[in-house]
């Protein structure tokens, strides 16, 4: 809510792909197969000064998602501020 995201990159088994949006998804299949995906968003905060914070999600074979959240601090800000993020659901989960 507070923050703009400024940069999104997608690895497949620590290989870098163009953003999979459409039309580009569309050579994906049910016969794709990965060992894991990560998605980093690069985040530019609105204080003064501003920083970034890179947010990596990577998601394993089995299912398990690995959040890492890097807070880059910069000279003026506290050592870390305060920071929370949200995952919505479309549907309950479990």
Not at 9 to 22: C, G, H, R, T
Not at 23 to 48: L, S
């Amino acid at each position: 809510m507070f923050i703009k995201c400024t940069d999104v990159k997608v690895s497949v088994d620590d290989e870098e792909v163009l953003m999979p949006i459409a039309p580009a998804n569309n050579k994906y299949t049910e016969e794709e197969y990965a060992d894991k995906v990560q998605v980093t968003y690069v985040y530019e905060t609105i204080t003064v000064p501003a920083t970034t914070v890179t947010v990596d999600y990577t998601v394993n074979a089995v299912g398990a998602i690995q959040v890492d959240v890097h807070y880059k601090g910069v000279e003026g800000l506290p050592g870390l501020p305060v920071f929370g993020m949200r995952f919505v659901m479309p549907t309950i989960a479990d």
